[in-house]
Every structure is written in structure tokens, then in C-alpha cells.
């Protein structure tokens, strides 16, 4: 993990435990991520899915054919 990761990380957590000690809503931000150097925006639905058995198992629940 990159240096500046992880001195995130350790930050947000400890704001996130002091919110949520204090009674406070945890809010996540929705801004940009950076995924392989890409920057994706996940309020503009920007996602990626790492587990390859979720996007099988989204496409067998639509039920795509291979005409589709």
C-alpha cells in the first residue's frame, strides 16, 4: 500500500470512530477514487466490481442470452 493510502486510511478512521462515539451520522464520501491510477467518480456511477463471481451472478439474474 502506497504511504499516503495508508496515512489516509488511519485518518479516516479515526474521524470515523469519533463521529460514531459522538452519536453523529457517518457520512462516506462519493468523490473520486483512484483504481488502478484511473480516477473514478462513483456519484457519476463510475464503478468498478473486483469479485468476477458478483458480475456472474448479475448477469445470470437478468437473464442475458447470447442474441441479447
Known amino acids: 500500500m502506497h ?3 495508508r496515512r489516509h486510511a ?3 478512521f479515526r474521524t470515523t470512530k469519533r463521529i460514531a462515539m459522538a452519536g453523529g451520522k457517518i457520512k462516506h ?3 473520486a477514487r483512484l483504481q488502478g491510477g484511473i480516477p473514478f467518480d462513483k456519484s457519476k456511477g463510475q ?3 473486483k469479485n468476477p463471481a458478483l458480475v456472474d ?3 445470470d439474474k437478468v437473464g442475458l442470452k ?3
Open 66 to 68: 447470447p442474441t441479447d
Open 10 to 12: 488511519r485518518s479516516y
Open 47 to 49: 464503478h468498478i466490481l
Open 57 to 59: 451472478s448479475i448477469v
Open 3 to 5: 504511504p499516503h493510502h
Open 29 to 31: 464520501r462519493s468523490g
